[in-house]
T-cell receptor
């Protein structure tokens, strides 16, 4: 089954404790992206990757890191989480980054709470 | 920069009635795509429908249709024959060729009543 998976689905942590949210897709997609969703703000892009070893900042990259060492995986790293990073996080992928028609497939979301 | 505006924070509709969710957009790009996503209370993002900027016909997918008015920069979602399962948050989004991200609106929460 074609899908984007994220782990964990739910996480409660404390300020300053490094964490990683994993994202994996099995569709051989080139483009992968992370979004965060906050009430009243919709979804905002954090980082994106056009292909292996190619990543760039989105609209709200502060406090996050990413890496793309393999095509299928795009982990999101919070080196020192803070309460303002409490949010619902989505990983998404699409076939290529170069045309606008490609639907983005979303993972199930990770609900993160930072105390 | 791209911008999506959804001016209806919440909408109510009776079962079996049609409902229109508004979306306006702003971009200087000539080539772009418009998407609608549904987010039920379980949280996942479900793709509903796509409209390309050069498409002359309005997109339709089952009970969903997109009323695309390019000159007015609007891309309203029409749901016909509403069902209780349509109760959800609905997001309008736009994608341009570069940067290839989805720009989302703030969403409209639709409640379908008996």
């Amino acid at each position: 089954e074609a899908q984007v998976t994220q782990n964990p689905r739910y996480l409660i942590t404390v300020t300053g404790k490094k964490l990683t949210v994993t994202c994996s897709q099995n569709m051989n997609h080139e483009y992968m992206s992370w979004y965060r969703q906050d009430p009243g703000l919709g979804l905002r892009q954090i980082y994106y990757s056009m292909n292996v070893e190619v990543t760039d900042k989105g609209d709200v990259p502060e406090g996050y890191k990413v890496s793309r060492k393999e095509k299928r995986n795009f982990p999101l790293i919070l080196e020192s989480p803070s309460p303002n990073q409490t949010s619902l996080y989505f990983c998404a992928s699409s076939l290529t980054p170069l045309v606008h028609i490609n639907e983005q497939f979303f993972g199930p979301g990770t609900r993160l709470t930072v105390l | 920069a791209q911008k999506i505006t959804q001016t209806q924070p919440g909408m109510f509709v009776q079962e079996k009635e049609a409902v229109t969710l508004d979306c306006t957009y702003d971009t200087s790009d000539q080539s772009y795509g418009l998407f609608w996503y549904k987010q039920p209370s379980s949280g996942e993002m479900i793709f509903l429908i796509y409209q390309g900027s050069y498409d002359e016909q309005n997109a339709t997918e089952g009970r969903y249709s997109l009323n695309f008015q390019k000159a007015r920069k609007s891309a309203n979602l029409v749901i016909s024959a509403s069902q209780l399962g349509d109760s959800a948050m609905y997001f309008c989004a736009m994608r341009v060729v570069f940067p290839s991200k989805l720009t989302f609106g703030t969403g409209t929460r639709l409640q379908v009543t008996l």
